[in-house]
């Protein structure tokens, strides 16, 4: 069964700590995303991929970080550093970074500051 | 900064109706795309339309894309209570890498 999994669902993090969202594809896709949605909201681009040990930051990358050490799998960590995590988080995959491929989506992890 | 802009942001309308969404953007394209997300969940493909195609049709939706006017739109034929979602259009922008870029969405309401 293919597809893109993002784990947790619900996260809560408390002031000053670091959180690691998980997502994990098996479509074979070289392009992985990472999108924060706020309420009544588009999505906003925080860091993309489209090789291993590559990436790159989209519009809203300060305070967050990633890594692409497998092809499968594009760890978003909010850092403390970010003033204000709490958001829908979505991760994406697409087959390539070139053109007209449409992009596969998980489910989205709900973070929450307490 | 956000590409796309849906028009309207909220839509209701009766089971059997049409609904039509529309998005406006600001630079030249790949390709313009529409995606679908239920309350709470993960955004789901609709449709693909690249810069050189007017007009394409899957099942009840039908799309066009005027880049003249940098405009699209989206049809869905008569609607269903489970056509209920938030409905974005995304935009692939040319440069060396392709990213997609998001509207803010069109929430659309078909009631029973």
Redesign the interface.
Known sequence: DGGIT?SPKYLFRKEGQNVTLSCEQNLNHD?M?W?RQDP??????IY?S?IVNDF?K??IAEGYSVSREKKESFPLTVTSAQKNPTA?Y?C?S?S?????????????T?LTVV | SQQGEEDPQALSIQEGENATMNCSYKTSINNLQWYRQNSGRGLVHLILIRSNEREKHSGRLRVTLDTSKKSSSLLITASRAADTASYFCATDVFSGYSTLTFGKGTMLLVSP
């Open positions: 993002q392009a995303y999108y009544g909201q588009g999505l906003r681009l993309y489209q790159q989209g519009d829908f979505l994406a697409s390539s970074g070139h053109l007209n491929t449409e992009a596969f989506f998980g489910q989205g709900r």
